[in-house]
């Protein structure tokens, strides 16, 4: 329930005219395996990219400024549970934020 309702609160976040996404791959089955969120300024930046399993749950996001990774990057397993949380700054990961979850 909690991945829907990020999944949910991230698309209305993104949903607004000034964002455009692209399905840059699909899986076998046509179920999208990597989907690229644009800003629509001129030129488009990187602003988030969104990664899936086969089955159609969401895999890993992460998160872009000036298309240069930074911010939250998150990882699930196939069961929507998150696996590792880690934030990016410009670029470098701050190796201080590194989270990891497992079933303990």
Known sequence: MTKVLLILLCNLVFSSGLTF???????RNNQPKIIQI???TEPPKL????YYYEVGSIRKIENYKDSVLHDL???YDQM???QFKGYYEEGYFRGDTLKVFDDY
């Open 21 to 27: 996404s692209v399905v840059s791959e699909s899986h």
């Open 47 to 50: 602003l988030r990219v969104e």
């Open 38 to 40: 644009y800003s629509k």
């Open 80 to 82: 929507g549970r998150i």
């Open 73 to 75: 990057l998150v990882e």
